[in-house]
C-alpha cells in the first residue's frame, strides 16, 4: 500500500488497496492514521459490493443514519441495502433516483444542521459525465492556520448558525420549504481526533453568528467564505469510475461543479457517525 499526497493542503491518494478483501490489522491502522492526516482519501480502481463500501465505512467507524428520499422514486431504492444512498440524476418515469441530482452545488460540510454532524463520508464512482461534476475539497486546518491573529482572537467564543433546505445545491434554492434542520456549533471548531483547530463555516448552510446583528455577522461570514475557499487550500478531483473517496467533514468541505444536465451521474454514498458534538 502506498499513500501520496493529492495536493499541497488536503488529500492522500491510497495505491495497492483492494477494499474488496479482508484488510490487515496494519493497513487499517494505517488508512486510519492517514484520515487524519489528509482529510479526504482517495481509493482509485474498486470495483465495489455496496457490502465492501459499507465495510470500508467500518475502518473509520460507525455507520451513519441516512435519510433516505423516498418521494424521489422509491422503486430505485428496494435493492439497496440499509446504508447505502444513491447521488444521481438518472430518471425514472422522470422522476430522480436519487438525491441532489443536478447542477454544481455550493461549499458545504454534510450534516453540519445536526447537533453531532457526520464524522465522514464515502462516495464511490459508478457513472460520471464525459466533463463536470467534480468535487472540490478544501482544507479546514489551513483556512485557519492562516487567518490573522486579529481574525483569530475576533472569532473566539462565536458560534454560527447552519441551516439546510431539503435537496439545495446553491444558497436561497429552498423556494419556501420548510429548513431540513438548524443547528449552531462554534465557527472555529477542534477536530477531538486530531486535536488541530479548523474554521467550521460554509457558503451553503451558514445563515449567520448566534448574537450578531445581520450587518456585523454578514460582514464576518462574507469574508470567511471567501477566505476558505481560496484555491491553495483545495484539491479538485475530477472522477474516474472506481473511485471511491472518504473525507472528513469535521476539518473538510466540499462542492460540486456544473456537468451537462443530459447525462448520466450516479455514486452510491455512506456516512460514518461522529462520536460527539463539534466543540
Ligand atoms: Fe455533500
Not at 477494499?19 to 482519501?41: D, N, S, W
Not at 452545488?105 to 464511490?124: C, G, N, Q, V
Request: proline fraction near 5%.
Amino acid at each position: 500500500m502506498k499513500i501520496s499526497p493529492l495536493a499541497p493542503a488536503i488529500g492522500g491518494r491510497i495505491e495497492g488497496c483492494d477494499l474488496t478483501q479482508t484488510l490487515e490489522a496494519t493497513q487499517i491502522r494505517q488508512i486510519q492514521k492517514a484520515f487524519l492526516e489528509h482529510a479526504v482519501l482517495l481509493f482509485p480502481g474498486q470495483t465495489l459490493a455496496h457490502q465492501d463500501q459499507l465495510n470500508a465505512a467500518r475502518i473509520f467507524g460507525e455507520s451513519g443514519t441516512l435519510h433516505r428520499p423516498r418521494e424521489f422514486q422509491p422503486k430505485a431504492y428496494e435493492s439497496l441495502p440499509d446504508g447505502i444512498m444513491m447521488i444521481s440524476n438518472i430518471r425514472e418515469d422522470g422522476v430522480p433516483i436519487g438525491s441532489l441530482p443536478d447542477g454544481e452545488m455550493m461549499f458545504h460540510h454534510d450534516m453540519i444542521h445536526r447537533e453531532i454532524p457526520d464524522k465522514a463520508t464515502l462516495l464511490y464512482a459508478v457513472e460520471i459525465p464525459s466533463v463536470g461534476g467534480d468535487t472540490w475539497f478544501a482544507s479546514g486546518y489551513a483556512a485557519y492556520d492562516t487567518l490573522s491573529d486579529k481574525w483569530k482572537r475576533r472569532l473566539e467564543g462565536l458560534s454560527a448558525r447552519h441551516v439546510y433546505h431539503y435537496g439545495s445545491t446553491q444558497k436561497g434554492d429552498e423556494k419556501g420549504t420548510p429548513a431540513f434542520g438548524e443547528a449552531a456549533h462554534p465557527i472555529v471548531r477542534t477536530n477531538h481526533e486530531t486535536g488541530r483547530k479548523c474554521l467550521y463555516v460554509n457558503r451553503l448552510m451558514t445563515v449567520g453568528v448566534v448574537g450578531l446583528e445581520a450587518t456585523e455577522s454578514d460582514e464576518i461570514l462574507n469574508f470567511l467564505f471567501d477566505h476558505c475557499e481560496q484555491d491553495a487550500f483545495v484539491y479538485k478531483h475530477q472522477w474516474t469510475i472506481g473511485d471511491l473517496i472518504v473525507w472528513d467533514n469535521r476539518c473538510s468541505m466540499h462542492a460540486r461543479t456544473d456537468f451537462p444536465g443530459g447525462e448520466r451521474r450516479l455514486l452510491f454514498r455512506t456516512t460514518v457517525k461522529d462520536t460527539q458534538a463539534p466543540a
